[in-house]
């Protein structure tokens, strides 16, 4: 059983920068490919960025690079999300997925093995 969970959301203004952290724990020794999503109600669930275990970024739009940076920290099983300059529209239900041995980056939901509940965040004027 592996047990990942989101933290870090909250209320930011606009131009406001926030961390999501994301750590896996339980049945695990090594966190595999780790990616991170956001959902705004009533649609789909979108992939943000994702990482490889050697480090490889992805970010799946243009207008995320040089304000959204995903690493993966030095603490164990653990991703972060550091985003810069949200905007308005960018409130939304944030989530951690994790593979537990695929090592290479992953940008389809169906790659991951293991999601966390959500981190929100919430970005106001």
């Known amino acids: 059983q592996v047990h990942v969970a989101e933290s870090g959301g909250g209320l930011v203004e606009v131009g406001g920068s926030l961390t999501l952290s994301c750590t896996a724990s339980g049945n695990l020794a090594n966190i595999g490919a780790t990616g991170w999503y956001r959902q705004i109600p009533g649609s789909k669930r979108m992939l943000l960025a994702a990482?490889?275990?050697?480090?490889?970024?992805?970010y799946a739009e243009d207008s995320l690079k040089g304000r959204f940076t995903i690493t993966r920290a030095n603490a164990p099983n653990t991703a972060l999300l550091q985003m810069n300059n949200l905007e308005l529209e960018e409130t939304a239900m944030y989530y951690c997925?994790?593979?537990?041995?695929?090592?290479?980056?992953?940008?389809?939901?169906?790659?991951?093995?293991?999601w966390g509940q959500g981190t929100q965040v919430t970005v106001d004027s």
């Open positions: 990482i490889s275990t050697s480090g490889t970024t992805y």
């Open positions: 997925a994790a593979a537990r041995k695929k090592t290479t980056l992953i940008r389809v939901p169906e790659g991951y093995d293991d």
